[in-house]
């Protein structure tokens, strides 16, 4: 069964920063594809940014790339998500996720259809 804790999230204004975190078991952080969602009220869910592990590149979504930044800490097994120059649209409920599959099948796409953790609220004022 796969466990995800996320922490972090919160309230800012336009352009500030915000960082989440996701710790995961050690099986499912060496084995599957990881990542972040989010869903906004009344909107789709969105594939934010998806990694897998064995160092390839992350995979991010067009939105959030150049603002946003994933990183692992093996020993601690966990996610984190750097979120930058933060805009009001960025303002959802994140999901950590993990999904098995092959690493070219990991992209924020494929993370909609994993499991998720509790999620965050983050919000972004004007």
């Known amino acids: 069964q796969v466990q995800l804790v996320e922490s972090g999230g919160g309230s800012v204004q336009a352009g500030g920063s915000l960082r989440l975190s996701c710790a995961a078991s050690?099986?499912?952080?060496?084995?599957?594809?990881m990542g972040w969602i989010r869903q906004a009220p009344g909107k789709e869910r969105e594939g934010v940014v998806a990694i897998y592990p064995g160092g390839m590149s992350p995979d991010y979504a067009d939105s959030v790339k150049g603002r946003f930044t994933i990183s692992r800490d093996n020993a601690k097994n966990t996610l984190y998500l750097q979120m930058n120059s933060l805009k009001p649209e960025d303002t959802a409920m994140y999901y950590c996720?993990?999904?098995?599959?092959?690493?070219?099948?990991?992209?924020?796409?494929?993370?909609?259809?994993?499991?998720w953790g509790q999620g965050t609220q983050v919000t972004v004022s004007s």
């Open positions: 050690r099986y499912t952080y060496n084995n599957y594809c």
């Open positions: 996720s993990a999904v098995q599959g092959s690493g070219s099948d990991c992209d924020p796409e494929q993370l909609k259809f994993g499991s």
